[in-house]
């Protein structure tokens, strides 16, 4: 059962990934759907290495000018690892706002 992400208004589907090698699907409005996420790697948010996450993963969006493409499996995963700009601001992952 797909669970709903309310993000800026906007409703996502996200689910576990049928590839195995990641683990969550979001379903776009568009139909599309993005599979993000190493199932054998554990997130950190809010600590050192999320921050160390969050400046390896805005590097890679600004070289590839993808940091608000919400087609993009680092968009999610930045949202996984709660980053804002360089920084992971919280201690939840984004599935704890799930409804």
């Not at 948010?45 to 890679?60: E, L, M, Q, V, W």
């Amino acid at each position: 059962m797909p669970k709903i992400l309310k993000l800026k208004g906007n409703k996502y589907y996200i689910s576990k990934s049928p590839r195995k090698n990641k683990e969550y699907m979001v379903k776009l409005k568009s139909g599309e759907r993005v599979h993000f996420a190493d199932p054998y790697m554990k997130e950190y948010p809010g600590t050192k290495r999320g921050d160390n996450y969050c400046i390896r993963s805005h590097g890679i969006g600004k070289k590839y000018d993808i940091l608000k493409d919400k087609t993009s499996p680092n968009y999610w995963s930045r949202i996984l690892w709660s980053c804002d700009g360089k920084k992971s601001i919280s201690k939840s992952k984004f599935y704890g706002r799930l409804k």
